[in-house]
């Protein structure tokens, strides 16, 4: 799939080998090619609220980003907190695992020049995207375009058609946060206690067994 802001289709036509597929903004619809691996959709089936999140200064580590780009993120609706928003003065964001895998994903495509409004569609892509979808996906891109891949057939045709001068291995990324905040705390959202180095794989475990 191919992500550009415009919400058009355009680009590489759709293959019959499952891609790679250039992901584009505006809603799902018909306007949207559905190879295979496009999103089915948001996950409607996960718990509300999540159990447990991170406040802002731990997600900023995890992700290697600053407080202030976390902020502003966060209040121009890039990257919001799902697990709780702040709620005036006094209150504390608190974000998931996946928010902090996105926020590692966001500043990666700005340190190489992806616009701005294709970060914005790539994220929501992301959001709608399954767990172990994420796991599988490669995101390609040549600065202007962004697109999706879930193969190294799809990345190697990808190189070859010239179409993508970076990547980032989603897989990589979540790894990469995983590692992290198991060394940091996060927060129970019933309780408000602290755990301390809690691994996020458990939160993957427990979503992969409601699947089943």
């Known amino acids: 799939m191919?992500?550009?802001?415009?919400?058009?289709t355009g680009g590489t036509p759709a293959r019959s080998d499952g891609g790679p597929y250039p992901l584009h903004g505006g809603s799902a619809g018909a306007a949207r090619r559905q190879p295979e691996s496009?999103?089915?959709g948001p996950l409607g089936g996960e718990p509300a609220p999540q159990q447990v999140g991170y406040r802002g200064p731990t997600a900023c580590a995890a992700a290697g980003i600053t407080y202030r780009q976390l902020d502003y993120w966060a209040r121009t609706g890039l990257v919001e907190p799902s697990v709780r928003p702040a709620y005036g003065s006094g209150t504390q964001r608190l974000y998931s695992f996946r928010d902090v895998v996105v926020l590692k994903i966001v500043k990666r495509f700005l340190d190489t020049g992806v616009a701005l409004q294709n970060i914005r569609t790539t994220v929501q892509h992301l959001r709608d995207r399954g767990f172990s979808d994420l796991e599988r996906m490669t995101l390609m891109s040549d600065g202007a375009t962004v697109y999706e891949c879930t193969?190294?057939?799809?990345?190697?045709?990808l190189l070859q058609g010239?179409?993508?001068?970076f990547g980032i291995a989603v897989g990589?990324?979540?790894r990469d946060v995983e590692?992290?905040?198991?060394?940091?705390?996060g927060e129970r959202v019933d309780t408000g206690e602290t755990v301390v180095g809690r691994n996020p794989a458990d939160e993957?475990?427990?979503?992969?067994?409601?699947?089943v």
């Open 38 to 40: 496009t999103p089915v």
């Open 2 to 8: 191919r992500i550009t802001g415009d919400g058009t």
């Open 151 to 157: 193969s190294p057939d799809q990345v190697v045709s």
């Open 162 to 165: 010239g179409q993508g001068v």
């Open 172 to 174: 990589v990324v979540w």
């Open 179 to 185: 590692n992290a905040l198991s060394q940091l705390h």
């Open 204 to 211: 993957l475990a427990a979503r992969r067994n409601r699947a």
